[in-house]
């Protein structure tokens, strides 16, 4: 019995050993084939809206970068938390990505209770873009300048109503900073999304919101709301005529909202690595970027469109907006 055991023992060593050295090369041979189904990207909110647009236009040209399909899918709530939570928990495969706005870097300070930690629940695949934000009225409101609509805010306070998509999107976000800083509190009206709301706006329900450049440009060249201005610190290159907020005297008051995409924790270097790379071709695309700058929004370097570039940027807009989230009392819970 003893000498058999002995005789066997051995003769098993060699066979698991081959078995071991098959796993290791695997692995690395899936990745090598990835991706090898179509892929999903998730967006936060519904579909028409801001960065819908920018979601669909980036998977069409990683899809052809990659020869595999990156199929959008909407997953809307909570200012971005349920799709952003649920990206969190799904297979580290690669075949699950995320893009969402700055919204990312303030649902710590926006939600007491977050059931998803944005600094460590990912793997970074890059920084996309950042997209201005414009501040708007309904056709008829008075105001006529920019001046004019700060001053029009101090004098009026609750009676002015805001409109935003929601709590916890951009365009709460912009309106609440602009608030504090004209230094008058408004009435905010909630919209489910950015749709309804410049719907709202235009139907005079609302005076005035907040919201990125890809959503309002074609309603401003339209001439079928009132423009007071952009929230970056340079006038824009599309709208040359239109002051920034900080012209009118804001000077503190700059908001731009930036988009990254994520994996759910786990998912192997190698694969966010054919990720990032298909990011950065994508974003060379000629028809993306004319699409894109059409819509004012601005692709960010390559030195950014990167696993650190997205990190680096989302933990510097975490403390950024945090304390000013705080210090308002405003919370999305």
Known sequence: MHMKLAWKTPALKPAIAVLALTAVWLSPARAQGYPTRPITMVIPFAAGGPTDLLGRSLAQ??????NQSVVVENRPGAGGTLASAAVARAQPDGYTVLLHHIGMSTAPALYRKLNFNPLQAYEYIGHVADVPMTVVGRPDLPPITPKEFIAYMK????????AHAGLGAASHLCGMLLQQAIGSE????????????????????????????????????????KFYGVTTKERLRQLPDAPTMREAGLKDFEVVVWH??????????????KLNEALQRA????????????????????????????????????TRWGPLIREAGTYAD
């Open 61 to 66: 040209a990683m899809s052809a970068v990659l």
């Open 186 to 225: 408004a009435t905010t009206v909630p919209y489910q999304d950015t749709g309804p709301a410049m719907t709202g706006l235009m139907g005079k329900q609302v005076d005035a919101m907040c919201d990125q450049t890809m959503q309002t440009m074609s309603y401003i060249k339209a001439g079928k709301v």
């Open 283 to 318: 974003l060379q695309q000629p028809a993306l970027v004319k699409r894109l700058d059409d819509l004012g929004v601005q692709i960010v370097a390559p030195a950014l469109q990167t696993p650190k570039g997205l990190q680096e940027k989302l933990s510097a807009e975490i």
């Open 260 to 273: 990254g995409v994520y994996a759910p924790k786990g998912t192997p270097p190698n694969v966010t690595a």
């Open 155 to 162: 004098a009026n306070g609750s009676k002015v109503n805001i």
